[in-house]
């Protein structure tokens, strides 16, 4: 197993693999591996933080990030500059063989070395919890709307590094995609089935829960 940077002969095996993993998770089909074709131009992308893994010579996962910023309330204040994740991917076949925790360690690591202060994601908590991170709220880091949303999540990467931050999450535009673009790029790839499935309702619901933790 090796974690490594993606070159551009792996891109359409990396796409192919992130298709595959989001396939059919949040709605009927897929649109991640679209994001991530946008993203390696995009400006905010971060190509030393991002890694694929590899698995006797093939692509089995991949972690990319973006620049990001907290937006703070206070109009005087300045906005801070933070990294993010997404998409992060393992190939279904090696899921639950504790890769996924490897190559998410290997790129917290490697954004803490780099001195960036903070990581914020989206996502279910359980996925990020082993790793650190807890709610936005408890650093007073919430969504555009002004709500803390238990899916935002934050990891200061230095001690007190969000400490005292009170403001809003801004994710890079390279996330705005337009469905359209996305449903034909993705005929690029061989066909599969779209399916509605019962974790695609989870995910609906689980976008609308609010952190009620007192940290
Ligand atoms: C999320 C993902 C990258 C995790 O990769 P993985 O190799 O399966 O994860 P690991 O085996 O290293 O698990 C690490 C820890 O994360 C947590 N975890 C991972 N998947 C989980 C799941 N389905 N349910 C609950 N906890 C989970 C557990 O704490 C796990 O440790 P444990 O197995 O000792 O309990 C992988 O499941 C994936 O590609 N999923 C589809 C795409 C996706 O959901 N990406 C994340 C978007 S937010």
Redo the contacts with the bound molecule.
């Keep these: 197993m090796i974690i490594r940077h993606e070159t551009p002969q792996d891109y359409f095996a990396t796409e192919h693999i992130c298709r595959d993993?989001?396939w059919n998770?949040y709605f009927p089909g897929a649109h991640?591996h679209y994001v991530l074709h946008r993203m390696r131009k995009h400006k905010d992308f971060l190509p030393e933080l991002s890694f694929v893994l590899e698995i006797d010579g093939q692509i089995a996962?991949g972690i990319f990030f973006t620049r990001s910023r907290i937006i703070p309330r206070s109009a005087d204040a300045k906005p801070v500059p933070a990294v993010s994740f997404?998409?992060?991917?393992?190939?279904?076949e090696?899921?639950?063989?504790?890769?996924?925790?490897?190559?998410?360690s290997h790129a917290i690591e490697k954004a803490k070395q780099a001195g960036h202060k903070a990581i914020l994601?989206?996502?279910?908590p359980?996925?990020?919890?082993?790793y650190g991170f807890t709610g936005g709220k408890k650093y007073g880091i919430s969504m555009a709307d002004g709500k803390f949303y238990q899916g935002l999540l934050a990891l200061p990467l230095q001690e007190h590094a969000l400490d005292g931050i009170s403001g809003y999450v801004q994710f890079s535009d390279v996330f705005d995609i337009n469905p359209q673009e996305a449903e034909e790029y993705d005929k690029k790839f061989p066909p599969k089935e779209k399916l509605v499935l019962p974790c695609q309702a989870e995910y609906e619901k689980a976008c609308t829960l609010l952190d009620e933790t007192r940290y």
Aim: a positive charge.
């Design positions: 993993a989001f998770l991640e996962g997404g998409p992060v991917f393992i190939a279904p090696y899921h639950r063989r504790g890769l996924g925790r490897m190559l998410i994601t989206l996502g279910y359980y996925h990020y919890s082993p």
